[in-house]
């Protein structure tokens, strides 16, 4: 999908951060809260996804994500195009699902 003569991203966040203290688990949760305040979808439990109508609405939102890094664990931050997202193959036990839709253009605002 294009939009607006710009190809249409996904930023996909991967991570793994501490939970063994009460002051981990409380960052933690701050960190998704964030993610998801920042049109992100939880994918998986520390996989989410947010739809982009280009690159650089895509690195906006990266940089947030940079600004909000925990202080401690392991974060990863992948962008690819509605293309490279459409492939990803998904189950649901050995079901096969399909892969999130790109929202329409009017549903970014």
């Keep these: 999908m294009k939009v607006s003569g ?11 951060l501490p939970v063994r203290t009460k002051p981990q688990r409380k960052r933690a ?10 049109g992100f979808m939880m994918v998986q439990y520390s996989v989410y996804a947010r739809p982009c ?18 202080p401690l664990g392991s974060v990863r931050i992948l962008k690819v195009t509605d293309r490279q997202y459409g492939r990803m193959l998904c189950f649901d036990g050995n079901r ?14």
């Design 96 to 109: 096969p699902e399909p892969p999130e839709d790109m929202p329409r253009q009017l549903e970014f605002f």
């Design 6 to 16: 710009f190809r249409a991203m996904w930023v996909i966040v991967l991570f793994d």
């Design 29 to 38: 949760a701050e960190f998704r809260k964030q993610l998801l305040r920042d």
């Design 53 to 70: 109508p280009s690159e650089e609405n895509a690195q906006v939102h990266v940089e947030r994500i940079q600004g909000n890094l925990p």
